[in-house]
């Protein structure tokens, strides 16, 4: 009887300790949170429940698993105690990340809330996520290096192991300098304010919105919801368009190509009128000039200023189609013209034979008429 009363006391008290322990952190956290309403932090910390009654749980199983003087435990001893070992290490590592990832995502809701100004908020967004990926990558790895050193071959070779570090490590250097030319492109990204999650950006011809960067890679969401994958390295050495740098504020142009009759003040005053009505306009300015001419042709360019690039594109399609519509409608003597000459069509065949007759006899058979020899 003593055999099962003491596997059942030492495991059930180690849950119901661990289900007091998170029962009682949730509920402070939760009173916390009420009180101090304008700090995110403490409803946040409320997520790590899971991952801290896991440490808890194998915490206290590990330190008492030898009283339940069991029969597998007095056989399987040491196993039993580098499983349990490993499960706390890898909970706390969980827990960690969990508290991290909850600390740097308060100070970032915090900051987005008192900031007005979008592109600094878009700066500290990519900081914070590229902060909390290197936090996560550094937990991972001291967690892996403290699990490998559980085990007792792991602790003997560890003497040569640090012996051929340096050899090991111009080796790993060489090997993986593509991969560490982008963990230092991607820190430089953050903290150089190059590029933000949010930003329009144009890369290889293809115009988009950066919407996840990686100490790795970064992605671009094109206009069609395609992604673009490539590594940050691209945007450290090779020249790109940043649309949002100093500001989302763009100008559009439109050009057309016309008669050099049409309108122009005319068009300028209809100009006008499209724009004031477009709700993608952001009221700053618009013109519209002659920039060039052809010997057929002039060319007018219609400028309109948006709050974005998505806003820039509107109101120029609004005010390419609606110009076009009214030069049709009232003026379609300013849309350029092709002149082409008429081709004259093939004579009948009985005056071909009309022809014939009256020079006099057939053709030969090479086609010239027997007057030609």
Known sequence: M??????????????????????????????????????????????????????????????????THARVVREHGSGIAQLLALVLIAATAWLAVRVSAAVVESSYRRYAASAHDPARVRRVRTQVTLIQRVVTAIVGVVAASAMLLTFPAMRTVGTSMLASAGILGIV????????????????QIAFGDMVRIGDTVVVDGEWGTVEEITLTFLSVRTWDERRITMPVS????????????????????????????????EMRVRLGEIVRKSP???????????TDTTPSTMVVRALVTARDADDAWTVRCEVREQM???????????????????????LPAADSEDRLTRFGGDLHKDGTHPRQN
């Open 280 to 290: 993608a306009w952001d009221g700053r300015d618009w013109s519209l000039a002659v």
């Open 172 to 187: 790993a250097g060489v090997a993986a300098q593509s991969t560490l030319g982008n963990l230092f492109a991607g820190l």
């Open 324 to 346: 076009i519509t009214w030069l049709r409608e009232h003026h379609p003597y300013a849309l350029p013209r092709i002149t082409t000459a008429t081709i004259q069509p093939p």
């Open 234 to 265: 691209y945007f450290t050495g090779k020249p790109f368009e940043n649309w949002s740098r100093g500001g989302a504020q763009k100008t559009g142009a439109v050009v057309f190509h016309l008669d050099h009759s049409a309108p122009v003040a």
């Open 2 to 67: 003593e055999d099962v009363l003491r596997p059942l006391l030492v495991i059930g008290g180690s849950l119901a300790i661990t289900l007091s322990v998170g029962w009682a952190v949730d509920r402070l956290l939760q009173r916390t949170d009420a009180r101090h309403a304008e700090t995110p932090l403490w409803g946040l910390l409320r997520r790590c429940r899971l991952p801290l009654q896991v440490t808890v749980c194998s915490a206290l199983l590990r330190g008492s698993y030898d009283k």
